[in-house]
């Protein structure tokens, strides 16, 4: 059922507001906000799908993506996010990171 949900409504956001990155999900408007003070980020890497969604790709391949688009590691723990972009979209969004003053290379692989 959720899934279906998450197919007619599901949304995920990711802002970058004084030096915090927000992420949400949320099917019909509701779900938990994620706050990350980007001070304690570190290592973040981006996960690029296939550029043909079509593209076979390995059941280990599919696994990974599953897990997510964006990885870093924030204190002790590994965080996964976005795990449904898009080509284009990991590619926008990495850049988008890297252009943003509250990032710096410290966060960066």
Sequence with gaps: ????????????HITVDLGVLEFSRKILGIGPVRKYNIDGIR??????????????MTRKER?????????FEYGKKIIRLAGELE??????????????RN???????
């Design 87 to 100: 080509h284009k979209e990991t590619i926008q969004l990495m850049e988008a990171f890297r252009n943003n």
């Design 63 to 71: 696994r990974l993506f599953k897990r997510g688009s964006i990885k």
């Design 1 to 12: 059922m959720l899934n279906l949900l998450w197919l007619l409504d599901g949304e995920e």
């Design 43 to 56: 290592f973040m890497s981006f996960n690029f799908p296939p550029e043909d969604p079509l593209e076979m």
């Design 103 to 109: 990032f710096s290379g410290k966060n960066f692989n």
